[in-house]
């Protein structure tokens, strides 16, 4: 090697020759196909067989012992031959997948070189896989994306599509793909979908398989894990692949314009209900499933590989409370719900949990009566409003933040705001005018006022925020939503543990509960009142292994959300409530109890939220039809033989009778004292006068002679001024309907731009029925 070169000088001395250059180019190539044939010659072929391999998960209860065996060994999985796969289905997933798969060599450079650049365009991840790709990567049970992976992935790819005939790769691909509910392979998919063998399917049954191929939790028509997967999201994006698809057997030249059109025009072929495997009934499908939607959401084990099964998962799940919560569910529902006697008892759901303060465990749920009739877990997300047990982020954004000042601008910081007392004075009178921070009327976006109602349309006159909490009343909360600011209450609720996705848009009524969080997410935000303002992120599972070796283990989350004194000053305003106020009916003897009711707009909803420093739960009362087309909350007045379900009834019938078993034998603990906080300030109408009402002066503490009587039931959810027509378009109602009642409720409002009216019905898109929102994501 003459380098550098003899016989030159200055600068050309140091360029290399052509003779040079080439010959590093030849033994740069030289050594690349070297190594690559030695690593084709190492790497082996997987075999098809080996990966329909699968087995069983077996989950345990918090202590240890064994809760069930499922999972992978249940699963409906059968390898069919070449010729039993019909051209159908051949041809939609070609077409729909790898339009070049008979001429490719098992990998496409352009494909993957176009995935790169769009990645980083910043554009939406691609995988630039060919169907050989697929079939290679199917048969690992590693799914994570390393370079390592890949490489070997790219090399196998290569050798199979060079010593493996198309039919065999196309076969392997469909014998081992994942297609959700469970299935691996296209017979298993024929039968949890359409229950029909594989060649019956039809060309459009077939171009619907090859959608779910795409991402089986978001096409699922029946729904999803999490807010992103509701049945109406997911159908939606089914007949839209779908019909792409049929599309693109046509312009590929696989099926013919003609046939494409009569398959369209028949419509979307609708799959079967799901079917869940017989080992889930009673409560412990819920608890598998929130346990396997918090593994896919927070480790690198994804859905497909935990379906191969051969996982050992340990839950927070207490197997005495699980018992005790469905117990007292289920008594409740058995001497009061009688859907052979009245026809109103029909549908009526109940959800529930438990959450361990300071930790953040998921002790219990109640996630509906079996989950192998009721397919929507309750305790995780199902779109219903939590109404006034809402209103505590409210009080914990005002002794945070404090009211804004009327003579400075909308954005004001903590320096130029009055902190807020539990001892303020608001004006509690009923159909108050409702005003901005700076005392100007608000006005909706068609210039309508809005005055809030109370429930029984009763004026309370001047009152504390403390008594306005104990009783429910409505006008003083959503006017101090309005003057702290809506985007700090919801500022709070975030800091405290509920889901931005779960949580309404910031019209006032905001502040009265027009949010949607699941049962684990509310019993986790109290939870962290119940811990002096500390936040612990829910969780369902501690550690995962397989054959024996750690695979994921839980890492505790916390965060100070609230200073201590603010989080003791709503727990001791909370005290008041079920010491003497709306929620008596869910006191514990001599056990400190805070907690909240919460009755939404139509009697469609009713919660209690409790806590003691040990425990806090979260129990809700809803109604709705599986089956109807269109999916609604249905009015409660008549359930159970009642006027009218509030969260102080049967939810906190079942709280308290639950909680007195699960904290049977455990010492009886004291909150953390408060220390005084804030100012005495007064609302819109609420200065003290020499006419100002006797309960301007209300004691800090309640006794049993408070204006009005602790076991008061209130009487039906008041309606605003003007209503929605149902079918009005101009008419924002949206997620947050109005009116409530003093018995927690109390959205009192639009769920559009602060649209006086009772709205027909919440936003039913965001209601999935098949699982999870916090663990099929960041969502709960």
């Known amino acids: 090697m003459d380098y550098p070169r003899a016989g030159k000088t200055g600068f050309r001395r140091w360029i290399p020759s052509w003779k040079l250059v080439a010959g590093l180019v030849v033994t740069f190539i030289g050594l690349v196909v070297g190594i690559v044939g030695v690593a084709l010659a190492v790497v082996q072929v997987p075999s098809a067989q080996k990966a329909a391999v699968v087995e069983k998960n077996v989950y345990y209860w918090s202590d240890g012992k064994q809760m069930v065996v499922a999972g992978g060994g249940n699963l409906n999985r059968q390898i069919v031959s070449y010729q039993q796969i019909p051209d159908s289905m051949k041809n939609a997933v070609i077409s729909a997948e790898n339009a070049s798969f008979e001429k490719d060599w098992g990998v496409d450079p352009m494909g993957i070189l176009r995935a790169v650049v769009k990645m980083a365009q910043g554009g939406e991840t691609q995988s630039g896989s060919t169907i050989t790709q697929q079939f290679v990567k199917n048969t690992y049970l590693s799914q994570e994306q390393t370079l390592k992976r890949k490489a070997t992935e790219l090399l196998i790819s290569v050798k199979v599509g060079a010593t493996k005939d198309k039919p065999f790769i196309l076969a392997g691909y469909l014998n081992t793909a994942y297609y959700g509910r469970g299935a691996y392979g296209i017979q298993a998919a024929a039968r949890a979908y359409f229950d029909k063998d594989c060649g019956q399917l039809t060309p459009s049954e077939s171009a619907f398989l090859a959608a779910t191929l795409n991402g089986p939790n978001l096409y699922d028509p029946y729904g999803g894990q999490g807010p992103a997967a509701t049945p109406e999201k997911n159908t939606k994006r089914a007949t839209e692949r779908w019909e792409w698809t049929l599309n693109r057997e046509v312009q590929v030249g ?49 859905k497909a590989e935990l379906d191969k099964g051969g996982y050992q998962i340990y839950t927070t799940f207490d197997r005495d409370k699980v018992n005790a919560l469905s117990k007292s569910v289920e008594e409740v529902r058995k001497a009061n719900i009688k859907p052979d006697v009245r026809d109103v008892d029909k549908f009526v759901q109940f959800g529930g949990a438990s959450v361990e303060p300071k930790t953040g465990k998921i002790v219990a749920i109640y996630g509906g009566e079996n989950a192998l009739e009721h397919f929507t877990n309750n305790a995780d997300y199902t779109g219903v409003q939590v109404g006034s047990t809402f209103k505590p982020f409210v009080l914990a954004a005002a002794m945070t933040h404090g009211k804004r000042n009327p003579g400075l601008g909308e954005k004001q910081s903590d320096a130029q705001r009055t902190l807020v007392s539990p001892e303020s004075i608001y004006n509690g009178n009923n159909k108050l005018t409702l005003r901005k921070y700076n005392g100007t009327v608000w006005h909706d976006e068609n ?46 609720a975030l800091k405290a543990g509920l889901d931005e996705d779960q949580l309404a848009s910031l019209t006032p009524t905001f502040s009265l509960g027009t949010s949607a969080p699941s049962a684990i997410r509310l019993a986790d935000a109290y939870a962290t009142f119940a811990a002096s303002g500390k936040q612990s992120e829910p969780y369902s599972v501690e550690k995962v292994e397989k054959n024996g070796n750690p695979v994921y283990a839980h890492e505790k989350k916390t965060a100070q959300a609230f200073d201590p004194n603010v989080a003791n000053n709503v727990t001791d305003v909370l005290k008041t409530v079920v010491e003497a106020g709306t929620g008596t009916s869910a006191q514990l003897g001599n056990r400190p109890v805070a907690g909240k009711t919460g009755t939404t707009d139509g009697n469609r909803s009713a919660w209690f939220a409790g806590y003691t420093p040990q425990l806090s739960t979260a129990i809700g009362m809803y109604r709705v039809d599986p089956n109807a087309k269109r999916q609604e909350f249905l009015s409660m007045r008549g359930v159970g033989g009642k006027p009218t379900i509030h969260g102080a009834s049967f939810p906190a019938e079942i709280w308290a009778d639950y909680m007195g078993q699960a904290l049977k034998g455990q010492p009886v603990m004291q909150f953390d004292p408060p220390q005084p906080i804030g100012e005495k300030v007064y609302g819109d109408g609420a200065s003290p006068s020499p006419s100002a009402s006797p309960s301007a002066s209300a004691p800090a503490s309640p006794s049993p002679s408070a204006s009005a009587s602790p076991s008061k039931q209130p009487s039906s959810s008041p309606s605003p001024t003007r209503s929605c027509g149902l079918l009005d378009p101009k008419c924002h109602s949206g997620n947050g309907n109005g009116g409530g009642n003093g018995n927690g409720g109390g959205n009192g409002g639009p769920g559009g731009i602060g649209d006086p009216g009772e709205s027909p019905s919440p936003d039913y898109s965001r209601r999935p029925q098949g699982g999870g929102g916090l663990f099929g994501g960041p969502h709960g």
């Open 447 to 492: 210039g309508k006022e809005w005055h809030q109602r109370n429930d029984g349309d009763e004026d309370r006159g001047p009152i504390t925020l403390r008594t306005a909490m104990q009783f429910s009343v409505n006008t003083p909360y959503i006017q101090l939503g309005m003057d702290v600011g809506t985007d700090l209450v919801q500022e709070a």
């Open 254 to 302: 696989r099926m013919d314009a003609a046939e494409r059109d009569k398959w369209i025009q028949k419509g979307f072929p609708q799959p079967q209900k799901p079917k869940p495997a017989t080992n889930r009934a009673g409560q412990i499908g819920y608890l598998t499933d929130l346990a396997d939607n918090y593994i896919v959401a927070h480790s690198r084990i994804s």
